[in-house]
């Protein structure tokens, strides 16, 4: 047990100092640019834990990103990198719109519900896509899934721009969607939606289904060993399409959570790199989908502390990308982390 | 005289694990020096210390009796010491001479070959090597692509060629053609260390004998002062016997295995053959042969394009290749780290590879874990697999254990036929015997075994009947007694007895 | 005719920035490094174009900046993507974040503004009216492109460093048995992709435009690395590709009299290169040791 509880602590130490140094970084960059990283810092941390109100935008903030690190994880464990959530969201999102504003349901219930389940449709469907070209063409599905980003992209501007538009809007976005579309906001003056819910229930779900189910074994198999798998009976191609599908998705589900709790309508652009931030969460957390929830809570924070440095010190929202890509550039190289880890103990060991 | 080159207290070290220990070693120039030792012991480590590509912890290297800093293949080169590597170091897309000349390019920055290839040519010549520079790596043979790493060694100007287990993947002819060179190296003045397990080989070619156990020299002798009996003692740690073991009587039962008319190789003759309950069908032949084809086909990995394979009386040409499993077949792939294991993974991941549709594991789709440790944990233990635990990563354990996983998760679930690709390649003694008691173990049950391998001892001492392999072809088949090494080498190379139609 | 010379004259120009991203993937990915950052080398590229240009009033000098500063990305990409061994597809959308995030930032500081940066000296095109009539010309930046893709063949092909970077890529162990150190080709290889791909962005910013945007490069280096895919990572093949993506491009512009909604249009080069690649890419044989150390 002492073993287990060692090996727990162990694997914790790995992202806790990953995100420690790339706060440190961020804080390089940030000095370099004439700000002060102290003070940006206790903006960000404590200006979240201020009132009820940004607290729970921060705590809304991290919804679409628990569900974007979900989905990337999912791909993740099959091993696949699902750099494709951005679009899949879009089309998710998209497709969702089109029902609330089209369907003629009363029930709030089954309205949303119709309203997700055909948003993950859409999602799966994208994210489908890569896995069937990855599985039957081999194509490379990073840049797969990056072209049909832009396609997706493009082509819901295309309907929210056209056939969708509202008339009487500046920029290109739908019509409102009807009130029984909505979900309902569970806190006043904070955009906390049920769909909290749904994030939680999904990630129970995804390690539920890899801790005990055949297909999460199979799956994570694939992911580990294509070959012994094909060798022992698990057809690799269905399974990596099956990844794609499930992670498309959830990332499908995105856009139907943001839009019906957040925005009432499709703009165009409204995601701003969820998707990405979902690589950067996945990443960190290990693909492990708890963790996933709590380092989506922690980007939540820093993507709401963002728009706080934002207004407070005039710091670019784009911060928040700086610092993803850094977090994600050290996940990517544990090695450094090895280095340090020698280099501290020699210098411990020529000491004494 | 000097010694052409002398290791003193040489000592590398993998983490916890002493691979060389202290090694001292002075090997007179001219000479055919050989270092033998069973796989894990140490030899290769130790060879690619002194050619730079690892660095010991401590000790020396003196050549001619100086001492020389090796820290990199170039220094080893600057030393005039030359590697031919067991497994070969060369560009299959690339033509045989940029191969020899790559970082010995002898131009400027614009490659200029017409002066390299002369000398190339010429010592083709000398030494009839019969390789064409042109020809690109990937459409050569084995013996060729052998060949080919020696000029590379040649061509840099070595006076110590030291040759890492070279006969491992040669047939018994090309062997024999590699030990002439070797010979005319030496005429010619170079000195030769050559690594080796095989006894024969060493008593052979060698002017003085080096045995390594476990990372130490335990016995050096030349070679008229030393036996077989001898060296085999040094190298193992304790008497063994050879061949020495017990099995039931030969007495075959029903077919299992049917193959008829099944192609292994495009515009090849197809092949048919079948394997009877209790006996063990053992397939020679040298590596690249069509092995790899045939295990995958019987299993289902590959699939199969023309002909019938039966088992157990039912045709399984379209089935899926855990119906396969799941009606009795267990598979051990010659190639474990690609199709074995996941080393990634933890030993009980490992264990339910392929075992997934079983019903004690799976109930309605959910992993019974309870079951499922209960099992693994047993047969962990019966198969003799050393882990602390069986949440450990198999990664982390030696070859031998992780191919005694391999046949634990196999064999736990009462085959009835085996499929086994090379089973004890890389192994160390003590694996290898494990592996092959469990293979007869299970012919004695009264299951029938398809053991596939390149080595010939494992062949001719385990199987019943031989099947030789060559080009996708089979060469022949008949009863284990009824060949000989040589008639098997032969065939291995794909030349039958004369008088014998095609 | 006149429509046909503007034609040829635009794809030409188009295909200046996919050509070089191919080409960056390309000597990246023969010395075994999957290389997903050309994108974020652009953007890269693309700003310190501009940077320069606006400091120094010669886009040439900011074309040298730009060159510089690929150089020093493509070099810090190397390091973690090989001398630390980091995932390459990793490390490589990690290079693409930061470039996309902090590019934004610095233009933010220098123009106040995230969005673009002011306008500056762009090094423009031969005017070729006079013989071929019409408005448009060729940049350039287009012989500076065609001389780089022959250097790279001549390169690739009949230097010694050629071979090397290729047997690298295939087999890095055996060269090493060499006595070569890979890594260092490797690096070396990162460097030039990022001086490549740096060209490519500086030809987007003032090359053929006068000022840095923030989405400008707008998946050109993905574009490419499938380009290179698309041709088999070989010098020319990945040029050609190039060519045939940036034809796509023109239609986009080329095409306006059927009206269809300009997001549909921008839609086709991204779908043309997702075609492409499904048909074509299959059948070109990657180096066999991509990714490998």
Redesign the interface.
């Given at each position: 047990m002492k073993e287990k509880a060692k090996r727990n602590l162990k694997k914790l130490t790995f992202p806790t100092v990953t995100f420690l140094l790339a706060l440190f970084i961020s804080g390089i960059v940030l000095a370099v640019m004439g700000y002060s990283p102290l003070k940006a810092y206790r903006l960000i941390f404590l200006g979240t834990f201020k009132t009820t109100s940004t607290m729970g935008n921060a705590l809304a903030n991290s919804i679409p990103l628990m569900l974007a690190g979900l989905a990337v994880s999912l791909a993740g464990k099959a091993g696949i990198l699902n750099l494709g959530v951005e679009g899949q969201l879009y089309i998710g999102g998209m497709l969702g719109t089109v029902c609330a504003l089209f369907l003629p349901v009363q029930n709030r219930i089954l309205m949303l519900f119709l309203v997700l389940a055909v948003s993950m449709l859409g999602g799966m469907l994208w994210g489908g896509i890569v896995g069937v070209l990855k599985a039957k063409f081999k194509t490379n599905e990073v840049v797969v899934a990056l072209m049909l980003n832009y396609v997706a992209i493009l082509f819901t501007s295309y309907l929210a721009a056209g056939p969708l538009k509202d008339p009487d809007a500046a920029v290109n976005q739908t019509a409102k969607i009807p009130e029984n579309a909505r979900f309902v906001r569970l806190i006043p003056r904070t955009q906390i939606t049920a769909a909290i819910f749904i994030a939680v229930i999904v990630s129970v779900l995804i390690w539920f289904v890899f801790q005990y189910t055949v297909v999460g074994y199979k799956l994570r198999s694939v992911g580990s060993n294509a070959k012994a798998s094909l060798a022992n009976g698990i057809q690799c191609g269905r399974y990596l399409i099956l990844s794609m599908c499930l992670s498309g998705a959830v990332a499908g589900l995105i856009g139907s959570t943001e839009i019906m709790g957040k925005y009432y309508r499709f703009t165009e652009g409204f995601s701003n790199d969820i998707g990405f931030t979902g690589v950067a969460i996945a990443a960190l957390a290990g693909y492990n989908p708890f963790a996933v929830v709590l380092v989506s809570i922690l980007f939540g924070i820093l993507n709401a502390g963002s728009l706080t440095l934002g207004r407070e010190m005039g710091v670019s929202s784009k911060m928040f990308m700086v610092m993803q890509g850094i977090i994600v550039l050290f996940v990517a190289t544990p090695y450094l982390l090895e280095l340090f880890v020698a280099w501290r103990r020699k210098k411990e060991r020529g000491k004494s | 005289m000097k010694a052409a080159l002398q290791l003193s207290h040489i000592t590398k070290r993998f983490g916890n694990v002493t691979a060389n220990d202290d090694i001292n070693l002075s090997i007179e120039k001219g000479e055919v020096h050989c270092i033998l030792g069973e796989n894990g012991c140490g030899k290769t480590t130790l060879m690619n210390v002194i050619?730079?590509?690892y660095r010991p912890e401590t000790g020396e290297v003196f050549v001619n009796g100086e001492k020389a800093q090796i820290d990199?293949?170039?220094?080893?080169?600057k030393y005039k010491i030359g590697?031919v590597?067991q497994h070969f170091?060369?560009?299959?897309?690339?033509t045989v001479l940029?191969n020899i000349i790559?970082?010995?390019?002898r131009?400027g920055?614009?490659?200029k070959t017409e002066e390299q290839r002369k000398e190339l040519q010429q010592m083709i010549d000398k030494y009839q090597f019969h390789v064409n520079l042109d020809d690109k790596i990937r459409d050569l043979s084995v013996g060729t692509k052998q060949r080919v790493e020696i000029l590379?060694v040649l061509y840099r100007g070595a006076d110590i060629i030291i040759f890492d287990e070279p006969t491992a993947v040669l047939t018994p002819q090309e062997a024999e053609h590699l030990m002439e060179i070797i010979l005319e190296l030496k005429e010619s003045g170079k000195t030769i260390l050559f690594i080796s397990h095989k006894l024969n080989e060493t008593l052979k070619i060698g002017d003085a004998i080096t045995v390594l156990r476990k990372g130490r020299i335990v016995y050096e002798s030349k070679k008229q002062n030393t036996t077989a009996e001898k060296l085999a003692f040094e190298m193992v740690g304790k008497e063994t016997k050879f061949g020495g073991f017990t099995r039931n009587e030969y007495c075959p039962g029903d077919p299992v295995l049917k193959v008829t008319e099944v192609g292994l190789k495009a515009e090849k003759k197809p092949v048919s053959f079948q394997v009877r309950a209790g006996e063990i069908l053992g397939v020679a032949g040298v590596d690249g042969n069509g092995q790899q084809e045939l295990e995958q086909l019987i299993?289902?990995?590959l699939k199969q394009k023309e002909g019938r394979i039966e088992f157990l009386g039912r045709d399984i040409s379209q089935s899926?290749?855990?119906e396969?499993?799941m009606a009795g077949m267990a598979?051990i792939?010659s190639d474990r780290l690609?199709?074995?294991?996941?080393?990634?993974?933890s030993l009980l991941?490992n264990y339910?590879?392929?075992n997934?549709?079983r019903k004690g594991f799976?109930m309605h789709?959910?992993?019974q874990?309870k079951n499922l440790k209960l099992y693994a944990e047993k047969s962990v233990s019966e198969y003799d697999v050393r882990t602390v635990e069986i949440q450990e990563k198999i990664g982390n354990l030696s070859g031998g254990n992780q191919q005694k996983m391999v046949l634990s998760r196999e064999l736990s679930q009462k085959p009835k036929l085996i499929i086994a690709g090379q089973p004890t390649r890389g192994l160390d003694i003590g694996a290898i015997e494990f592996v092959h008691t469990m293979l007869l173990k299970e012919r004695d049950k009264g299951n029938a075994v398809v053991l596939i391998s390149a080595e010939l001892n494992e062949i001719t001492e385990l199987s019943d009947r031989i099947l030789v392999l060559y080009d996708g072809e089979i060469m022949a088949e008949d009863a284990a007694d009824t060949f000989t090494r040589e008639s098997l080498g032969l065939l291995m190379a794909g030349k039958r007895k004369e008088g014998e139609e095609q | 005719m006149q429509a046909c010379f503007d034609f040829i004259f635009l794809a030409v120009n188009l295909a200046v920035p996919l050509v070089l991203a191919a080409e960056a993937a390309m000597i990246a990915e023969r010395s075994g490094v999957i290389c997903l950052g050309v994108e974020g080398i652009m953007i890269f590229g693309a700003f310190f174009a501009v940077t320069g240009s606006y400091y120094t009033g010669n886009p040439w000098l900011g074309v040298l900046l730009a060159v510089a500063g690929g150089a020093l990305a493509g070099w810090i990409y190397g390091i973690f993507a090989v001398t630390l061994k980091g995932q390459q597809v990793v490390v490589g959308v990690a290079v693409n974040f930061f470039a996309a995030g902090i590019t934004p930032m610095v233009t933010q500081q220098i123009w106040g503004s995230e969005g673009a940066s002011a306008t500056v000296n762009s090094i423009g095109t031969m005017d070729l009216s006079k013989i071929f009539g019409g408005s448009t010309g060729i940049s350039w930046f287009v012989f500076l492109t065609i001389l780089i893709v022959a250097g790279m063949w001549y390169f690739m092909y009949k230097t010694k460093y050629g071979l090397r970077l290729r047997m690298t890529g295939d087999f890095p162990l055996g060269l090493q048995t060499c006595g070569i150190n890979t890594n260092r080709y490797k690096l070396w290889a990162m460097t030039a992709s990022g001086i490549l791909a740096a060209a490519g962005g500086a030809y987007l910013s003032v090359g053929y435009g006068n000022l840095f945007v923030t989405d400008m490069v707008a998946g050109r280096g993905y574009m490419g690395v499938a380009a290179n895919i698309f041709g088999g990572w070989t010098p020319l093949g990945g040029a050609f590709a190039a060519l045939f993506f940036a034809v796509v491009q023109t239609l986009r512009y080329t095409l306006t009299d059927l009206e269809l909604p300009s997001q549909l249009m921008q839609m086709l080069p991204y779908l043309v290169t997702l075609i492409a690649l499904v048909l074509f890419g299959r059948n070109s044989k990657s180096p066999e040791g991509l990714g490998k150390l």
């Open positions: - | 050619s730079g590509l990199s293949p170039r220094d080893a080169m590697m590597h170091m060369l560009f299959n897309q690339n940029e790559v970082g010995e390019e131009c920055a614009v490659l590379k299993v289902g990995i899926s290749i855990i396969r499993k598979y792939p690609e199709y074995g294991v996941m080393e990634g993974e991941f339910l590879l392929g997934h549709a799976n789709g959910l992993i874990h | -």
